[in-house]
């Protein structure tokens, strides 16, 4: 029977917490593995862990086959990088035929009597990722910085797809993307969705009641570009429509001082705005919400939020690409720009109705973004 590594940038664990979905990601894939098939896991620079494994999962200490063989070069210690100090460590592969890397900067370790097929989880394409962010920024140092950060992805994607056998993406465009660029046997998984939604049902909007409006963290600038700065000043243009009919919430910190002026001209003109900095349980804070509005520019940062909003009944308005490859997005919940996301929203003041999915669409949204998608589409491809 074959010898598999699964090798890990992060501890895998049920809640995002903040560090964020990868986590979550890698713990759900973790648990979909077949338990007749043992699996030994290494995360990176860590001796224990505490979270709890499937029986035919095996914590290896890091330093147990992993040894660091050179310091760390002066490119790992320039800010931003991607590349921090992985290629410092070996990884010694004696004995094993298989390798799984989570996610792609993986490649940079080094590794020592490697006779295995690797293969490697994608994720959303960094190159990809900023590239977007270059097209849709127009400060020029944000344009600068997309640049940068992409030539190190792209360096990056390009070991990573040289050495694996095969790579997995959560993205249809990420996978068309590696086998467009580099020819690689590239598959597209569907994220999943967590099961950690399934205590609770969305909140009724009363009918004297205010539209909660809610933004779910991970609103940095570089994600959103100036679209919800848009967003903000259309509603503060038609304040005396707006002030007795909607609420707004922010899960997270006010990461860029032009939105938090913008935020208190709002307060100052009557509009109810609550700060939450760490919701201990995001899926009972969503839960009680009205309308979650995900305006990305760039992508990244929201996706477990999006699929845990959609998948618990909840309604959503969100750009293309942060609903991109969820299944059962309406029209209802596409905004291209700011003056869309405004016209959404009123039409749901307008007619006091939300347009989450009912409970037959939700069944067919789990089946879709369900664990078992990795035991069909990834875990069998590792065993043949």
Same mark, same amino acid.
């Given at each position: 029977m074959a010898k598999?590594? @699964? %090798?890990?940038?992060?501890?895998?664990?049920?809640?995002?917490?903040?560090? !964020?979905?990868?986590?979550?990601?890698?713990? *759900?894939?973790? /648990?979909? &593995?077949?338990? +007749?098939?043992?699996? *030994?896991?290494? %995360?990176?620079?860590?001796?224990?862990?505490s979270s709890e494994?499937?029986?035919?999962?095996?914590? %290896?200490?890091?330093? $147990?086959?992993?040894?660091?063989?050179?310091?760390?070069? +002066?490119?790992? &210690?320039? =800010?931003?990088?991607?590349?921090?100090?992985?290629?410092?460590?070996?990884?010694d592969l004696n004995g094993y035929d298989k390798v799984?890397?989570?996610?792609y900067w993986c490649s940079l370790f080094r590794l020592k009597n490697n006779h295995a097929n690797i293969f490697t989880i994608g994720m959303d394409s960094g190159p990809m990722l900023y590239l977007r962010g270059f097209v849709n920024h127009q400060w020029w140092l944000a344009k600068v910085f997309c640049i940068y950060e992409f030539m190190q992805a792209l360096y990056i994607d390009k070991k990573s797809t040289k050495i694996s056998k095969f790579i997995f993406t959560v993205g249809e465009t990420d996978a068309e993307f590696y086998r467009s660029i580099y020819l690689a046997n590239a598959k /597209?998984? =569907?994220?999943?969705? &967590? $099961?950690?939604?399934?205590?609770?049902?969305?909140?009724k909007w009363g009918d004297n009641e205010k539209l909660k409006l809610c933004l779910p963290g991970g609103m940095t600038k570089f994600? %959103?570009?100036?679209?919800?700065? *848009?967003?903000?000043?259309?509603?503060?243009?038609?304040?005396? /429509?707006?002030?007795?009919?909607?609420?707004?919430?922010?899960? !997270?910190?006010?990461?860029?001082?032009?939105?938090?002026?913008?935020?208190?001209?709002?307060?100052?003109?009557?509009?109810?705005?609550?700060?939450?900095? @760490?919701?201990?349980? /995001?899926?009972?804070?969503? &839960?009680?919400?009205?309308? #979650?509005?995900m305006p990305l520019e760039v992508g990244a940062g929201t996706k477990n939020r999006a699929l845990s909003t959609i998948g618990m009944g909840l309604d959503i308005i969100g750009t293309p690409i942060a609903l991109e490859n969820i299944y059962g997005v309406k029209k209802?919940?596409?905004?291209?720009?700011?003056? *869309? @996301?405004?016209?959404?929203?009123?039409?749901?003041?307008?007619?006091?109705?939300?347009?989450?999915?009912?409970?037959?669409? #939700?069944?067919? @949204?789990?089946?879709w973004h369900s664990v078992d998608q990795w035991r069909q589409n990834f875990w069998k491809v590792i065993e043949e």
């Amino acid at each position: 029977m074959a010898k598999i590594l @699964f %090798v890990s940038l992060n501890e895998p664990c049920k809640s995002a917490m903040n560090i !964020g979905g990868v986590v979550v990601l890698v713990n *759900d894939i973790l /648990f979909a &593995s077949n338990p +007749a098939i043992d699996v *030994d896991l290494i %995360v990176y620079n860590k001796e224990k862990i505490s979270s709890e494994l499937p029986l035919n999962i095996h914590f %290896v200490p890091w330093n $147990k086959i992993v040894t660091k063989v050179k310091k760390r070069n +002066a490119l790992a &210690s320039i =800010p931003k990088s991607m590349f921090r100090d992985y290629s410092c460590y070996e990884i010694d592969l004696n004995g094993y035929d298989k390798v799984i890397y989570y996610p792609y900067w993986c490649s940079l370790f080094r590794l020592k009597n490697n006779h295995a097929n690797i293969f490697t989880i994608g994720m959303d394409s960094g190159p990809m990722l900023y590239l977007r962010g270059f097209v849709n920024h127009q400060w020029w140092l944000a344009k600068v910085f997309c640049i940068y950060e992409f030539m190190q992805a792209l360096y990056i994607d390009k070991k990573s797809t040289k050495i694996s056998k095969f790579i997995f993406t959560v993205g249809e465009t990420d996978a068309e993307f590696y086998r467009s660029i580099y020819l690689a046997n590239a598959k /597209f998984i =569907p994220h999943n969705v &967590s $099961k950690l939604i399934n205590p609770y049902t969305p909140q009724k909007w009363g009918d004297n009641e205010k539209l909660k409006l809610c933004l779910p963290g991970g609103m940095t600038k570089f994600y %959103v570009a100036n679209l919800l700065d *848009d967003i903000v000043d259309k509603i503060i243009e038609n304040n005396n /429509f707006y002030t007795n009919r909607i609420e707004l919430s922010f899960l !997270g910190k006010i990461r860029y001082k032009e939105l938090g002026k913008k935020l208190n001209v709002l307060l100052k003109k009557g509009i109810k705005i609550e700060f939450t900095e @760490f919701a201990e349980n /995001f899926e009972e804070y969503i &839960s009680q919400q009205h309308l #979650i509005l995900m305006p990305l520019e760039v992508g990244a940062g929201t996706k477990n939020r999006a699929l845990s909003t959609i998948g618990m009944g909840l309604d959503i308005i969100g750009t293309p690409i942060a609903l991109e490859n969820i299944y059962g997005v309406k029209k209802e919940h596409l905004a291209y720009d700011a003056y *869309d @996301f405004i016209r959404l929203i009123n039409l749901r003041l307008e007619h006091h109705r939300l347009y989450g999915l009912s409970q037959e669409e #939700i069944l067919k @949204f789990k089946e879709w973004h369900s664990v078992d998608q990795w035991r069909q589409n990834f875990w069998k491809v590792i065993e043949e």
